[in-house]
């Protein structure tokens, strides 16, 4: 097949091309606008690849993506396109109501517009993949009720709302015209080359440099932890062999609070680079844990049932956390100077066609949040 994938440069999304451009035999149109979330360089093993192809193109630009869609010709959509920082959306969430909401619409129209010109055979075949979050569905307020497909929707946040908007949205494109679409929701992702705002990555990062550990509230909030590879398998699994008009729920089985990951993140890193031997002022990284108010609206616990996943299609995680955080751990501190080029912003100055682009009004990467997702 030839896949059309919003997003690709982001840190699921260029998951999903590696994976297919890897693991099987699919082409890839990269459809991304290179936000300051969308890094090129998380793609550069498979950039060269004769079945990888880029566009640089805005979801919200409807003649844009209709050339797009008539230049490559995809057989299948997945939409992985959005923004996607709780604590961004609520500083600004303008962003978050322009590329979550109407660029879902209009690539909805793009989509379904030339899915209608397709002939009868392609279009029989075509399906638009919709990538969402287990955080349209609120928090759980019963210790052992679980997110299921059926689960109502409670968004919490500026973020949450307008990805539970696109999902409607998408949902109402196949009831009212026929398109062949498929809902995931998935919970937390962890691994290599995750921006550095996100809770794994800033912790292992501030601990290196042997800056305070920010954890919101107490750290209480649960969360179920999924490894970004194996949520990259699991979409494509959903893609090819899911039943048209469902949605499935996608989860790692790994549910903790969020100050038992930064502590098993701090064992981890005690053991792989002690901070004696990075000549850090203390003894064990634990010590540079810090509790900060805790941020609007934040819900306390997630976790998902993926029993419909691995019933219908057979999918488990490969991962456990222990065994997902330690790869995540070993990359990054095998990979710092990726991330110090996305924290001083070299990335954006030097990717594709962006050279010195620093137009979009967006906050510099540098400016990176200190606070635990």
């Not at 699921?12 to 451009?21: E, K, P």
């Not at 060269?48 to 844009?64: A, K, L, N, P, T």
């Not at 070993?330 to 001083?344: F, I, K, P």
Request: overall charge neutral; glycine content about 8%.
């Amino acid at each position: 097949m030839k896949l059309l994938v919003t997003g690709g440069a982001g840190f699921i999304g260029s998951a999903v091309i590696r994976h297919l451009l890897r693991d099987t035999a699919d082409s890839v149109v990269n459809v991304d606008k290179l936000t300051y979330a969308g890094n090129l360089s998380s793609l550069a093993e498979v950039a060269d690849s004769s079945r990888y192809s880029f566009e640089r193109v805005d979801i919200c630009d409807g003649g844009e993506l209709g050339r797009v869609f008539a230049l490559h010709q995809p057989d299948a959509v997945m939409h992985l396109a959005a923004e996607s920082h709780v604590d961004r959306s609520i500083d600004g969430p303008a962003a978050f109501i322009r590329t979550n909401i109407v660029g879902t619409y209009s690539l909805l129209e793009a989509a379904r517009k030339y899915w209608g010109s397709l002939e009868p055979r392609r279009r029989e075949r075509f399906r638009f993949h919709h990538i969402s979050t287990d955080e349209v569905y609120g928090d759980l307020a019963d210790p052992g009720d679980l997110f299921r497909e059926t689960t109502r929707y409670a968004p919490s946040s500026p973020y949450s709302a307008s990805k539970a908007s696109a999902d409607h949205l998408v949902r109402a494109w196949q009831r009212t015209y026929g398109m062949p679409v498929l809902v995931t929701n998935s919970s937390n992702n962890y691994g290599p080359y995750q921006f550095p705002e996100k809770l794994i990555p800033l912790m292992i990062l501030n601990a290196v440099e042997g800056k305070p550990l920010p954890v919101y509230g107490k750290g209480d909030q649960v969360r179920d932890w999924l490894y970004v590879e194996d949520h990259a398998r699991a979409l494509v699994r959903v893609l090819t062999a899911g039943r048209v008009g469902e949605t499935y729920n996608i989860g790692g089985h790994n549910e903790l609070r969020n100050l038992e990951v930064v502590h098993a993140l701090c064992d981890l890193l005690q053991e792989c680079c002690p901070p004696v031997h990075a000549g850090l002022g203390v003894l064990h990284y634990s010590d540079l844990i810090t509790f900060v108010q805790d941020r609007p609206g934040h819900d306390l616990r997630y976790a998902i049932d993926a029993g419909k996943l691995q019933r219908e299609l057979g999918w488990r995680p490969k991962e456990t956390f222990n065994s997902g955080l330690r790869k995540t751990v070993e990359w990054y501190l095998g990979n710092l100077a990726w991330c110090r080029h996305v924290q001083d912003g070299t990335y954006r100055r030097e990717r594709l066609g962006c050279i010195g682009d620093d137009s979009s009004g967006e906050r510099p990467a540098s400016h990176l949040e200190r606070k635990s997702s």
